[in-house]
């Protein structure tokens, strides 16, 4: 309550920036929107994300069994925690937000014929400043949590074991479960950053087409990217564990 109280005051605090002609804090408030957006979407990820890998997943056809097996594990680790998805999608989020962000700003600056002075374009230094340290704690949130889940994973692996699967095929569901949480979470990303757009777009009296015109996919994908093979390696790592103890565990 307190988010949605603060982002309808941040949005009619925005409109009267707008309407007053003042860009300074225009563009100091617009700062907030990207920020405000994610803190609301991680509130909703714990129903989102498993309702959003469902739909993907059912959509797409799944031939094989491994993909199936990956589907089904990946559904099921998120009906119990997010913990997997929710930093990858917090940092795509972010990241991705800002760049659309400062791309929508230097519209309305166009649009408006301000002043640009330095223009809106981020470097890879500010990059650097900006998106270092939400990544790094994004990243190690994201290793957290999958080794939270290593004693779940074991029982999956445990479980694959003794229904026949060889450690090649285990190793390949770990691998396809690692991707559908990544692009779960890379999609969620990109309806985030879409959705701050379009809020500001609104508020900037700009059209629905600059808003989509606007985002920026590969800083995201850059983000996807370093999320998947940090979620791959977890994987891998926790379903090598599970397989060298297995035969410890038939012979108990």
Same mark, same amino acid.
């Given at each position: ?10 949005? &009619?605090? $925005? #409109? &009267?920036?707008?309407?007053? %002609? ?7 408030? #617009? ?13 909703? =990820?714990?129903?989102?994300?498993? =309702?959003?890998?469902? !739909?993907? +997943? !059912? ?21 119990? &925690? $997010? ?6 999608? /917090? ?41 270092? %340290?939400? @990544?790094?704690? +994004? *990243? ?8 939270? #889940? ?11 074991? #003794?229904?026949?699967?060889?450690? +090649?095929? +285990? ?21 985030? &950053? ?36 940090? @979620? ?15 035969? /410890?565990?038939? *012979?108990?």
């Amino acid at each position: 309550m307190f988010l949605i109280a603060g982002g309808t005051a941040l949005v &009619s605090a $925005t #409109s &009267s920036a707008h309407a007053h %002609g003042d860009t300074q804090i225009l563009s100091n408030l #617009s700062l907030l929107f990207p920020l405000l957006v994610t803190a609301l979407a991680e509130l909703a =990820a714990p129903m989102a994300l498993p =309702a959003l890998a469902t !739909i993907w +997943c !059912i959509a797409l056809p799944q031939r094989g069994t491994t993909q199936l097996l990956a589907a089904r594990g990946a559904r099921h680790r998120l009906t119990a &925690s $997010t913990t997997v998805e929710t930093p990858v999608m /917090v940092a795509g989020a972010l990241v991705a937000g800002y760049y659309a962000l400062f791309a929508l700003l230097e519209r309305y600056w166009y649009a408006n014929r301000l002043p640009v002075g330095s223009g809106f374009a981020i470097d890879t230094w500010m990059a650097f400043a900006l998106f270092a %340290g939400p @990544v790094l704690i +994004c *990243s190690v949130g994201a290793a957290a949590g999958m080794v939270m #889940s290593a004693r779940s994973r074991g029982r999956d692996v445990m479980t694959l074991v #003794s229904l026949g699967a060889t450690p +090649c095929r +285990c190793l390949a569901v770990a691998a396809v479960e690692a991707l559908i949480h990544t692009v779960d979470a890379a999609f969620a990303a990109l309806v985030i &950053s879409l959705t701050s757009n379009l809020l500001l777009a609104a508020t900037f009296r700009l059209s629905l087409g600059d808003a989509f015109a606007a985002l920026r996919l590969p800083p995201l994908v850059a983000v996807a990217v370093a999320g998947f093979v940090l @979620v791959l390696a977890t994987q891998l790592i926790t379903t090598l564990i599970a397989l060298r103890g297995e035969p /410890v565990s038939r *012979s108990e």
